[in-house]
């Protein structure tokens, strides 16, 4: 890749725009409930390819894949976990193919919805998962693996080793955090935004940030705790469209693209090198975000 890598690009002080939701759009297309959604990147990859298309177009310069719950431990549950090289192979090929050449991919790794504490799994069972992933992704030609919506440090750790380790991709990892009733923020495992940039850049992350959970008018709290912390490494944010309400028993994510653009700014201000959007966003948020962003 003659691409330099994005740490460094963002060291210049230029603000990178990432892109939005995926989840949605691969319902509208037709993933059935029970269906797994990593499995349409070999099954019906222009789909998933078209979405990555559309945050392209719409002024990314970076997208991620339809890898998410890529690991044997939850495509597990669709008897499909002796797959997992193949799906997250591919998954990184379909988003390769709409990135083009220029645009950075950022390939997806979620948490495997084990837990390290209770002892149900052990640390190299869970390192093994996510090495099967990251090599798997490098090899369909991702630029980055984003690890994200973490809650726990040491499932955080265990996959940026393991990405490290086997991989040459760069590693960005991304904690979910809520406001607690004090109006601070942790994790579901009780984790700072202090606690979660310290340990990222420890375990050797070259990038960290927040993903989900909040808006970007949280996030810019979150963010500027992160870089009070770090005041080096970069920080990516991948905010909702808003705190979702719910309306006719449907979450609905109430900002729009005016208003997400409205923040950017005072999230970059705060300390984010890159801005995308995770639950609710569209190519619309993201084009809006991305005039914010250049300014």
Not at 38 to 56: F, N
Not at 97 to 113: E, M, Q, R
Not at 242 to 249: A, E, I, K, S, T
Request: one cysteine or more; a negative charge.
């Amino acid at each position: 890749m003659g691409k330099q890598r994005i740490a460094e690009v963002v060291r210049t002080g230029k603000v990178l725009v990432s892109d939005g939701a995926w989840g949605t759009f691969l319902h509208k297309k037709g993933l059935k409930p029970g269906e797994c959604p990593e499995l349409w990147c070999v099954t019906r990859p222009d789909d998933v390819s078209a979405i990555g298309k559309s945050y392209i177009d719409a002024g990314a310069d970076m997208i991620e894949t339809d890898s998410f719950g890529g690991s044997s431990f939850k495509l597990a549950h669709y008897g499909l976990a002796e797959r997992a090289a193949e799906i997250n192979e591919a998954a990184a090929r379909v988003s390769r193919a709409a990135a083009g050449p220029d645009k950075w991919v950022i390939a997806s790794i979620g948490p495997t919805g084990e837990m390290l504490v209770t002892e149900e799994v052990t640390e190299q069972e869970l390192y093994d998962a996510f090495k099967v992933q990251a090599v798997a992704l490098e090899r369909g030609g991702a630029d980055a693996v984003c690890i994200e919506t973490m809650s726990d440090i040491g499932e955080a750790v265990l996959a940026i080793k393991a990405a490290k380790e086997n991989t040459g991709l760069e590693v960005i990892c991304t904690f979910t955090f809520d406001k607690t009733v004090r109006g601070d923020y942790r994790t579901m495992m009780g984790v700072s935004p202090t606690q979660a940039v310290q340990a990222a850049a420890e375990a050797g992350a070259d990038i960290a940030g927040a993903n989900c959970g909040n808006g970007i008018e949280r996030m810019i709290e979150i963010v500027a705790e992160m870089r009070s912390a770090n005041a080096d490494i970069p920080l990516l944010v991948h905010a909702n469209a808003g705190l979702p309400q719910n309306v006719d028993g449907k979450d609905v994510f109430p900002d729009s693209p005016e208003e997400m653009a409205r923040l950017t700014p005072a999230l970059i201000q705060a300390g984010a090198n890159i801005v995308g959007g995770c639950c609710g966003t569209t190519p619309a948020h993201i084009k809006a975000i991305a005039d914010a962003a250049h300014h």
